[in-house]
């Protein structure tokens, strides 16, 4: 190649090198796999486990066997937690939260929830989730990656590898966490880490203060027209660099940076709130003004979806009400249910909600049974997987539903039930993936997120 | 540019179509991937009566029907059935999510119709080791390995690259040999050389660097998931660091791989297995402990052991035997019972699927770090002189000892008891009579408190003993709980009449309780001693009546806990006969050590020495005697032996209090009673089936002769020559380190999924080669760093890469993006910031503040480390398994969740934000700015030629200067435009900056430095 063509190809390679990368990635060929409805997800994690009893899942006939010791033909033997297994009684503990019917459909909801009863025609609230993890931890994974011990990528991993990125300048999977009230259990990076898949589809947490990305900001003394000119001579000497080597990599490397710095600007513009009209803040409540909380995310997670975010995860922590649980679950209501209902209105207002899922849930259940002593108005209440409740939105899920149901104590499943995998495949489905097909090979096998099982529960799909 | 693309997308290493087609090579793979899943290893399970995964079962008669035969694709009934038009027919069905591309179908034809030869799969045969090939390029290859990648390369038509330039060389090699780039003087030094041999000379010293070892265990981390806190939920901190000093010293001494493989697989098993062996174990113990509240212990004991198998199948024999664990393996020939008998082997330690909540969790061992050890034999030896002067003055004392027993036979009573880290004595003279002197009598509702002593956690050692006479059988003696017996805290309890020591923090989820087999009969006195190791198990736990050991039953050991867990507290103060104790006690004494067995025994004498020396000799029991020997000795023996009997308490005192310091390390240990294994149903902890013993999957060799059948027989299989894997395994990993991807890229998995070697033969002579050089890794990485396919230059063509992404041919030499550790560290060592030290605890160098705050529990934030520890090699950074260092992890680290053996590396914007405003690199550049300042001359051509230099180990184009010099210039101005702007940028980090130099030109100098820094070059092997 003499010099001039060298030149050529070169700027030509390169040029298209930057349009590729410099652009949103695309994804996998082949997908979406069909029409889906939803483009985007907004993942509300309710970090710790809610208590299903008190929020969602109505059992009028409890009250009247208040105290009484759990029937062992409800319990069966099933497992316990290593905290309850040793106690001698599990006295039956009503929800002391009244519950009211809501919206068209006569949704029941509890008296902790005015907000989303607003959107009940909106939600659809499935009352028959089981999952297999007993533990915060665990379960947690298993929510995230499918499977219950960490190492296997998360959903919003799997979404970034298969359906790409549609944002030019942001991340296409964004974690954001909050501090609740209540008992917090702790969390970890790898709840969005990308496991085999290259780390490139990572989660990237948003933080609250200076730098929502881990060292968006330039160094104290070094503004924008600076980092301007850095960049400026940076891609010149790795384009001398390129010139010689003709490694790709060079190429891609002057793409991540520009990339970088679009970011730096693009960022903070999408954390600041401070253009926000009045009327979101009393849309979303008064905590949507203090940058971190779980109502300021859910105005930021909006934002996001705007600016094309595929995966928009958010995790509350605080839910782990073992004991105290009215005076707890009523502060972690107060943080939360006005924000996310808000952002079903938001979204909808906007023209949103309809390519995008949201997910409202936690980990695992809690038990009927107090944790603790029982008294006419404290109780706590133990980790239960063998039913909750949890509410989805948008993105082709139909609105007004409730679906699935469980015995008389909410301790087993009575109707239609379904697990994590099936969620998970129908989150998928609704966003035109087949759970099936997405898949990775790793160590010789090809994984998916639903492992081996998974179902598309086809009556939440409108 | 679409043509670039095409050819990108056609390129395939598996060279079948102008040769024949070879089974292995291209025909398994296809098999496995796409039909073994149902018509593999795991058919029967399916009911499927066709199995593609022997040769047999493949040409076999089903029926009238074969699926493979011979010579013929029309009549085999896998062909018609992948090409069959029919929907329903047609193979691979639809709802499997596999297809066959029209190139796999057509070779699949193809090889039936050449005769559909058979081979066993080649990673399972023995390596056969064929004398490098002839080569038609002559004076290329300068060893072995070139002769197999020149013959490919020949056969593939393409040349080899020249030799890379020296400079590039020569970082080259430090990269991959120390981990480290060459400094300015290596650099000079070895340019400067002109004479043969000059490169591997520098091979020779960089082999022989203290670096050498920190750089290799860096990825041996990765692979036996080092880190220093236990994951799952709580993640609190665990100490195995003295199990990567062992790791790190084993790569600088050069241990042959196949000890190296022995001691950390069973050295603990070795005859008189030294600390070093045991420590070495550790890497069975570096996987993940849960210790979160309300997990089932036995769920996770079985997850332990899994990822035992896991690891050391990944590691050692490229298999993923985890695929066995529901079921048979879909592709290998590894069958669901052939897992748990390997499991067998890792499954007989004594451990608690909960594991502690800080610290290290049993087995565990005192791992003093070898100053330490130093230091405990200088103890040692003060110990011997100072006996040697008691035995010295023996005659004098015994006179002086028949004088003074002869004055106290008539003296007011005095007792003996140890004053060695007596916490506290409590005489308890209230009257009643007793057995020293007077005693106190309790009604159950009397207790007396105490803040002076017994303030122990669960970690602490202790020893309490006392007189007691009890009328009561159910009761506690004394002890430190909250409001009931059953409360946080620890006591000596009657239960029925039984002594019942106890350690509580959860009742009974979290506790231990133990229970004597004697009873003690109301209205006798007895004496009674406890004693606790602080180890937190039962076996940690001693008790003795009348000063004999009594026999506890172990009711349960759960602890995990300490009372100071997340804020909780005993809400009571160390109490004497706090629930219900009726009767009396006398001489309570709490000691803050475990009281040996012989002053137990002394103490429960209960004679006063009056008495004892007024009795004849003769009649003195051992105890009685001791006693007065001690007493003596500590208050009435001649001054010389007073002193020196003084200073062999103190030296024994200095002792344990130093003993104490020591970290531990766990380790692997047996059971003394076999635990049994169960295939579990489905893996699932709480389903166990057919029982099975250790063994080996039949596909592989068996146990060598003589070996026993336990985990030191399992690793003498390893090492064994006839072992088809693990010396393959090792050196294709030691070739990823070095080329970037193995010569089987998929490193973890040399199964029938795996993928088939690029270099097959070298494969093969390389693993031979290192076996027969005795396992010896530093003459292996020679071997590969002294090859002409690793001195090439790294320089491509656009046609060569789309021929040859990846660079599996080796066409030219290896280019790729340092490990994160990499990045790091190199741009310390340019800065001249990176401590020299080997070893030693975890540090925290800079983190962005909160991180762990925002996602974990209570009671653990990041506490940055100072000074030097700022700057230590990055494997050296703590390693929180929840959130793991931000920038590892974002320059593609193992997370160190799970066993790591393959190399992963993406090019993220989080990388470029990383890289130009982490402190640690925005501090790194302006040393280096300093450095160019200092060090580089005076003119700014000269100083930027430095710095150049520093950060890419070669001297700028002229192009390139043109660059910098622009970049200087402007920074100069800059900073130069507005105050304060120099004095803030040079403030980042904690070392400050040389106050001599002008904070303008330190800052722009610096600004360039960062510029050099995020330099592709600069974080790449080139």
């Known amino acids: ?462 | 540019m679409p043509a670039l693309l095409v050819l990108l997308v056609l390129v395939t290493l598996p060279a079948g179509a102008q040769t024949g087609v070879e089974f292995n090579r291209d025909v398994r793979p296809i098999l496995s991937d796409k039909c073994f899943g149902c018509h593999g290893p795991d058919a029967a399970n399916k009911k499927i009566a066709l199995r593609l995964d022997s040769e047999a079962a493949a040409k076999a008669d089903l029926g009238g029907r074969r699926a493979v035969v011979e010579g013929s694709p029309e009549s085999s009934e896998l062909i018609r059935r992948i090409t069959s038009a029919h929907k329903g027919l047609r193979m691979p069905p639809l709802a499997s999510g596999h297809t066959l591309t029209s190139e796999q179908i057509e070779t699949l034809k193809r090889w039936i119709a050449e005769g559909a030869k058979w081979q066993k799969h080649w990673a399972l045969l023995t390596p056969v080791r064929r004398p490098p090939p002839e080569v038609r390029t002559g004076g290329w290859a300068k060893n072995p390995i070139d002769h197999f990648i020149l013959e490919r390369l020949e056969k593939e038509g393409l040349k080899p690259s020249a030799e890379a330039s020296r400079e590039t060389l020569l970082r080259r090699v430090s990269l991959d040999l120390t981990g480290l780039p060459p400094s300015p003087s290596e650099i000079e030094a070895f340019l400067k050389d002109e004479s043969a041999g000059a490169y591997e000379r520098a091979v020779t010293r960089l082999l022989a660097s203290p670096r050498y070892g920190e750089r290799m265990a860096i990825r041996w981390l990765d692979a036996a998931r080092y880190a220093d806190t236990n994951g799952y939920q709580f993640d609190g901190e665990r100490t195995m660091w003295r199990w990567r000093d062992w790791v790190i010293q084993a790569f600088n001494a050069n241990k042959p791989f196949d000890q190296f493989t022995l001691e950390q697989i069973a050295g603990d098993l070795l005859p008189g297995a030294t600390l070093d062996q045991k420590i070495a174990t550790g890497f069975n113990r570096n996987h993940r402990g849960n210790t979160e509240d309300g997990i089932i212990p036995e769920e996770y004991a079985v997850e332990y052991v899994v990822d035992r198998v896991e690891t050391t199948s990944a590691v050692f024999l490229g298999l993923t035997m985890g695929c066995g664990r529901c079921h048979n393996h879909k592709y290998d020939p590894i069958t669901q019972k052939e897992f748990y008998q390997f499991y067998a082997y890792f499954n007989n330690v004594p451990e608690s699927g909960r594991a502690m909540k800080y610290g290290n969790s049993p087995p565990l061992v005192a791992a003093p770090t070898p100053d330490q050890q130093e230091r405990l034999n200088a103890i040692a030896r003060r110990i011997g002189e100072t006996e040697a002067v008691l035995a010295g003055n023996a005659a004098e004392a015994r006179r002086a000892r028949a004088a003074w027993e002869e004055k106290i036979k008539s003296g007011a009573p005095v007792y003996w008891a140890p004053e060695v880290m007596l916490d506290g004595a409590f005489p308890l003279d209230f009257g009643s009579p007793g057995v020293v002197g007077s005693a106190a009598s309790f009604d159950g509702r009397n207790p007396i408190d105490t803040n002076a002593a017994g303030q122990f956690d669960i970690d602490d050692r202790f020893s309490l003993s006392a007189w007691v006479r009890p009328d009561c059988s159910d009761c506690t003696l004394f002890g430190r709980h909250g409001a009931t017996p059953r409360a946080r805290g620890f006591g000596l309890h009657l239960e029925s009449g039984k002594l019942s020591p106890r350690i509580i923090n959860v009742w009974e989820s979290d506790a231990t309780k133990m229970e004597s087999d004697a009873r003690l009969e109301p209205g006798r006195w007895y004496h009674v001693a406890w004693t606790y190791d602080g180890s937190k198990m039962a076996a940690g736990h001693a008790l003795f009546v009348d000063g004999r050991p009594v026999k506890l039953e172990t009711k349960q050991d759960n602890l995990y806990r300490p009372f100071r867990n997340a804020g909780a507290k005993v809400s009571l103060p160390f109490r004497i006969a706090p629930f219900n104790f009726t009767g009396r006690m006398d001489d309570l004494r709490v000691y803050s050590r475990v009281l040996e067995t012989e002053e137990i025994e002394s103490l429960a004498v209960g004679r006063s020495l009056n008495e004892i020396a007024a009795s004849p000799e003769a009649a003195r029991a051992r105890a009685e005697q001791r006693q007065l020997e001690w007493y003596f000795l500590d208050h009435a023996s001649p001054d010389a032996t007073r002193a020196a009997w003084k200073q062999l308490a103190a030296l024994k005192g200095e002792r344990e209090e130093f003993e104490r310091t020591f970290p531990t390390s766990m380790i692997m240990a047996e059971s003394p009673v076999r635990k049994r294994t169960h295939i579990l149903n489905r893996g699932q902890y709480d389903r166990p089936g057919e029982e099975v013993e250790p063994g080996l999957p039949a596909a592989l060799p068996p146990l060598p002769e003589g070996a026993p059948n336990n985990r030191l027989g399992f690793a003498k299989w390893l090492i064994d020559p006839a072992n088809p894997l693990t010396a393959r395994v090792t050196v294709n990993r030691l070739w990823q380190m070095v080329f970037g991807a193995g010569l089987v890229k998929t490193v973890e998995d040399f199964g029938q999924q795996g993928e088939w070697p690029s270099h097959p033969e070298l494969l093969d002579w390389l693993a031979t080669e290192f076996v027969r050089s005795g396992w010896d890794t530093k003459a292996m990485m020679r071997l590969m760093v002294t090859s002409a396919a690793y001195r090439q230059s790294s320089q491509a063509t656009p046609d060569l890469i789309a021929r040859d992404p990846e660079n599996r041919l080796l066409a030219r030499g290896p280019r790729f993006r340092l490990p994160a550790e990499m990045v790091r560290d190199s741009a310390l060592s340019a800065a001249g910031l990176l401590t020299a030290k080997t070893g030693g605890p975890s540090v925290k160098p800079y983190q962005p503040e909160g991180l762990w705050k925002e996602l974990i529990m209570q009671d653990m934030d990041y506490v940055q480390s100072k000074g030097a520890d700022l700057y230590r090699r990055s494997l050296y950074t703590f390693w929180k398994r929840t959130v793991a260092p931000p920038m590892m992890a974002n320059f593609d680290s193992a997370l160190r969740e799970a066993c790591t053996v393959r190399e992963s590396r993406t090019n993220t914007p989080l990388q470029a934000l990383n890289m130009m405003n982490d402190v640690t690199f925005v501090e790194a550049a302006r040393f280096i700015g300093q450095r160019m300042m200092k060090e580089g001359g005076a003119d700014a051509d000269s100083r930027l030629r430095h710095g150049f230099l520093l950060v890419t180990g070669r001297a700028p184009s002229a192009s390139e200067m043109e660059v910098l010099r622009g970049n200087l210039r402007y920074h100069l101005d800059y900073f130069a435009g507005a105050a304060g702007k120099a004095e803030a940028y040079l403030k980042q980090g904690e070392t400050p900056p040389d106050p001599k130099l002008p904070a303008r030109d330190l800052a722009a100098y610096a600004s360039v430095a960062s510029l050099l820094l995020n330099l592709d070059e600069a974080i790449t092997k080139e």
Request: some cysteine; hydrophobic content about 35%; proline content about 5%.
């Open chain 1, 1 to 462: 190649m003499n010099d001039i063509t060298r030149r050529t190809f070169f700027s030509t390679a390169l040029a298209s090198l930057l349009a590729r990368d410099g652009q949103a990635s695309q994804g996998l060929p082949g997908l979406p796999h069909f029409a889906g409805k939803a483009k985007r997800v907004i993942y509300l994690f309710q970090h710790g486990a809610p208590s299903q009893l008190d929020l969602f899942d109505y059992k009028p006939n409890l009250t009247k066997l208040r105290g009484e010791n759990l029937p062992e033909s409800v319990r069966m033997g099933q497992r316990l937690t290593g905290m309850t297994a040793y106690q001698a009684k599990f006295p039956t503990a009503p929800s002391i939260f009244k519950f009211n019917q809501c919206g068209q459909s006569g949704m029941w909801l509890s008296e902790l929830l005015p907000h989303t009863a607003k959107v009940a025609d909106d939600i659809c609230l499935i009352r028959s989730l089981h999952t297999e993890a007993i533990n915060h931890d665990p379960a947690v994974t298993f929510f995230q990656t499918g499977f219950q011990l960490a190492g296997r990528p998360s959903i919003g991993s799997w979404l970034a590898y298969g359906l790409g990125s549609m944002s030019e300048d942001l991340p296409a999977f964004v974690v954001m966490v909050s501090q609740g009230k209540g008992g917090s259990q702790a969390l970890a990076d790898r709840q969005w880490a990308s496991g085999f898949l290259p780390s490139k589809f990572a989660g990237v947490k948003f933080r609250a203060g200076a730098d929502p990305v881990l060292y968006l900001s330039d160094p104290e003394g070094y503004d924008r027209s600076a980092r301007r000119r850095f960049l400026d001579d940076l891609s010149k000497l790795n384009s001398l660099k390129f010139r010689e080597q003709q490694d790709p990599e060079i190429s891609t490397r002057i793409a991540q940076y520009e990339m970088a710095f679009r970011m730096q600007a693009s960022v903070p513009d999408l954390t600041d709130l401070s253009k926000e009209p009045e009327s979101t803040f009393e849309m979303y409540g008064p905590d949507s003004r203090k940058p971190g909380s779980y109502a300021a995310n859910c105005v930021l997670a909006r934002r996001l979806a705007e600016r094309g975010v595929r995966f928009i995860q958010l995790f509350h922590r605080g839910w782990d009400q073992h004991s105290n649980l009215p005076r707890d679950i009523r502060l972690q209501c107060e943080q939360t249910d006005q924000p996310s209902a808000a952002l079903v209105r938001d979204l909808k207002q906007r023209g949103l909600l309809e390519d995008t899922i949201i997910v409202w849930g936690g980990e695992f259940g809690r038990t009927v049974y107090s944790q603790g002593t029982l008294t006419e108005t404290d109780y706590g209440r133990d980790h239960h997987p063998r039913c909750f409740s949890m509410w989805l939105a948008g993105g082709g899920i139909k609105g007004g539903l409730t679906y699935g149901a469980t015995d008389d104590f909410s301790y087993n499943i009575a109707q239609d039930a379904m697990d994590v995998h099936d969620l998970h495949a129908t989150m998928l489905h609704c966003l035109g993936v087949d759970h099936l097909r997405l898949t990775f090979k790793f160590q010789g096998r090809h994984y998916r997120l639903t492992d081996i099982q998974g179902r598309v529960v086809r009556a939440l799909v409108s």
